[in-house]
């Protein structure tokens, strides 16, 4: 349920010192909106304030950008040392808006969103749809799972932790690290998924033993699966290798045809994943919690659209979301593939059946989301048109002064006490 708005609450007062410059004496950047929470309705005037403190420059460089559209309007404003009003408008229709505020090589930011559950996903889900899922997990089901375990060094006696490795359709295996309390009694553990971010050699790509063991000594049973079925452990040049090899932009591989999308591997490896985990004994037999940021927020909502095993799904800033956005000229979630595919106009009839937008439309799963109003790589109203087909509970966490990553240091406090302990809380009261 989103939260009431009270018009013109000047409750949050926004200082930021964006550090593209950090030499002491840069300028703070001050800035406010008439709903502290970002989220209006239409028919609401939106307005946006700035405030300069420790500098003297004598201008001010303003640019709007509304449904993230990268031709702005930018606008030159006299420093005066009052306050200066920067946006100032009824919007009257579904829209997102973002101001930034530059002085010098110091940058400001803040986001907006109007009527965001009135947003819906440009693509529909195909007339076969259900029928291309439905075949690709009878096909899934239908290979034997080999499962290969290697025993890794636990950093606590009291689990156990495997590197694995299951056999699957797509081309790859799921690989990933799983951990697991020892002596767990039958029936008495929740499942915990972690997703990866987009990319290959970077540690934020890789599975690990201690991502795992965290959320096992929360009560689970956790396995952290990389996205590409890649080795785990291995010496960075393995990783480097495949970054500029095979793995070269994946997400534009295979993209003209339903059958060859790349994002079909991924999605069959975190479905065989489920099934896996789920013959464990120890499972409780009613819990299963994804968790992931960007991709990994991405392939969360997957796992809860093609799986209704998966009851709960906390994401931070969650790409594939309404890529059809672009058809009709707003902006779409990572990895924008009709912005980059050489052939737009054929993908039009693979690309649906991966968004996520289309996946979990009447997912009865709640969904706990972290949403930036000033994301430009998985922007706000894409990730709300996809959230708005669902039909379970929602805990939405937009972001004013959030961007795809948290660059406004001066808010670090804020966020961690205001969205990230909520989050935290989240996942502490499911496993308990």
């Given at each position: 349920?989103?939260?009431?708005?009270?018009?013109?609450?000047?409750?949050?007062?926004?200082?930021?010192?964006?550090?593209?410059?950090?030499?002491?004496?840069?300028?703070?950047?001050?800035?406010?909106?008439?709903?502290?929470?970002?989220?209006?309705?239409?028919?609401?005037?939106?307005?946006?304030?700035?405030?300069?403190?420790?500098?003297?420059?004598?201008?001010?460089?303003?640019?709007?950008?509304?449904?993230?559209?990268?031709?702005?309007?930018?606008?030159?404003?006299?420093?005066?040392?009052?306050?200066?009003?920067?946006?100032?408008?009824?919007?009257?229709?579904?829209?997102?808006?973002?101001?930034?505020?530059?002085?010098?090589?110091?940058?400001?930011?803040?986001?907006?969103?109007?009527?965001?559950?009135?947003?819906?996903?440009?693509?529909?889900?195909?007339?076969?749809?259900?029928?291309?899922?439905?075949?690709?997990?009878?096909?899934?089901?239908?290979?034997?799972?080999?499962?290969?375990?290697?025993?890794?060094?636990?950093?606590?006696?009291?689990?156990?932790?495997?590197?694995?490795?299951?056999?699957?359709?797509?081309?790859?295996?799921?690989?990933?690290?799983?951990?697991?309390?020892?002596?767990?009694?039958?029936?008495?553990?929740?499942?915990?998924?972690?997703?990866?971010?987009?990319?290959?050699?970077?540690?934020?790509?890789?599975?690990?033993?201690?991502?795992?063991?965290?959320?096992?000594?929360?009560?689970?049973?956790?396995?952290?699966?990389?996205?590409?079925?890649?080795?785990?452990?291995?010496?960075?040049?393995?990783?480097?290798?495949?970054?500029?090899?095979?793995?070269?932009?994946?997400?534009?591989?295979?993209?003209?045809?339903?059958?060859?999308?790349?994002?079909?591997?991924?999605?069959?490896?975190?479905?065989?994943?489920?099934?896996?985990?789920?013959?464990?004994?120890?499972?409780?037999?009613?819990?299963?919690?994804?968790?992931?940021?960007?991709?990994?927020?991405?392939?969360?909502?997957?796992?809860?659209?093609?799986?209704?095993?998966?009851?709960?799904?906390?994401?931070?800033?969650?790409?594939?979301?309404?890529?059809?956005?672009?058809?009709?000229?707003?902006?779409?979630?990572?990895?924008?593939?009709?912005s980059f595919n050489k052939n737009p106009e054929v993908i039009k009839a693979s690309m649906p059946y991966f968004d996520a937008a289309n996946i979990i439309k009447g997912s009865k799963a709640t969904?706990?989301?972290?949403?930036?109003?000033?994301?430009?790589?998985?922007?706000?109203?894409?990730?709300?048109?996809?959230?708005?087909?669902?039909?379970?509970?929602?805990?939405?966490?937009?972001?004013?002064?959030?961007?795809?990553?948290?660059?406004?240091?001066?808010?670090?406090?804020?966020?961690?006490?205001?969205?990230?302990?909520?989050?935290?809380?989240?996942?502490?009261?499911?496993?308990?």
């Amino acid at each position: 349920m989103r939260r009431k708005i009270t018009l013109f609450a000047w409750v949050l007062f926004i200082s930021i010192n964006l550090c593209f410059a950090t030499t002491v004496g840069s300028p703070i950047i001050h800035m406010s909106q008439s709903h502290s929470s970002g989220l209006y309705r239409s028919g609401d005037r939106v307005v946006m304030k700035t405030f300069l403190e420790g500098t003297k420059t004598e201008s001010i460089t303003v640019k709007v950008m509304k449904g993230f559209d990268m031709n702005y309007h930018t606008h030159l404003y006299k420093n005066t040392g009052d306050t200066i009003t920067v946006f100032d408008e009824v919007i009257n229709e579904p829209n997102t808006i973002v101001v930034e505020v530059y002085v010098d090589q110091t940058k400001a930011s803040l986001g907006a969103i109007v009527d965001a559950d009135k947003f819906k996903p440009v693509t529909e889900q195909p007339k076969d749809f259900k029928a291309f899922w439905k075949n690709q997990k009878k096909a899934l089901k239908k290979l034997p799972m080999i499962v290969t375990e290697t025993p890794v060094q636990s950093p606590d006696e009291n689990y156990i932790t495997k590197n694995i490795e299951l056999n699957c359709l797509g081309g790859k295996p799921a690989r990933g690290y799983l951990a697991i309390p020892d002596k767990a009694k039958k029936h008495s553990l929740p499942i915990v998924i972690f997703f990866h971010a987009a990319g290959v050699d970077g540690d934020w790509c890789k599975s690990t033993v201690d991502r795992a063991i965290q959320y096992a000594k929360m009560g689970s049973i956790c396995f952290d699966l990389n996205a590409h079925g890649m080795l785990n452990g291995q010496p960075d040049k393995y990783y480097k290798e495949l970054a500029n090899g095979e793995l070269k932009n994946y997400p534009q591989i295979g993209a003209e045809d339903k059958n060859t999308v790349y994002f079909r591997g991924m999605y069959l490896r975190l479905l065989r994943t489920i099934d896996y985990l789920t013959s464990f004994p120890e499972w409780d037999k009613k819990r299963i919690l994804v968790i992931g940021e960007s991709q990994g927020g991405g392939q969360s909502l997957v796992a809860a659209g093609l799986d209704s095993r998966v009851k709960a799904v906390v994401a931070t800033v969650p790409a594939m979301c309404d890529w059809g956005g672009h058809i009709v000229g707003r902006k779409d979630c990572w990895p924008y593939p009709y912005s980059f595919n050489k052939n737009p106009e054929v993908i039009k009839a693979s690309m649906p059946y991966f968004d996520a937008a289309n996946i979990i439309k009447g997912s009865k799963a709640t969904f706990v989301i972290e949403i930036g109003l000033v994301d430009f790589t998985c922007v706000s109203s894409a990730i709300h048109a996809a959230l708005n087909g669902t039909k379970g509970k929602k805990i939405l966490l937009d972001v004013p002064y959030r961007a795809h990553h948290m660059e406004q240091p001066i808010y670090q406090k804020e966020w961690q006490e205001n969205v990230v302990s909520k989050k935290d809380e989240f996942i502490k009261n499911y496993l308990k």
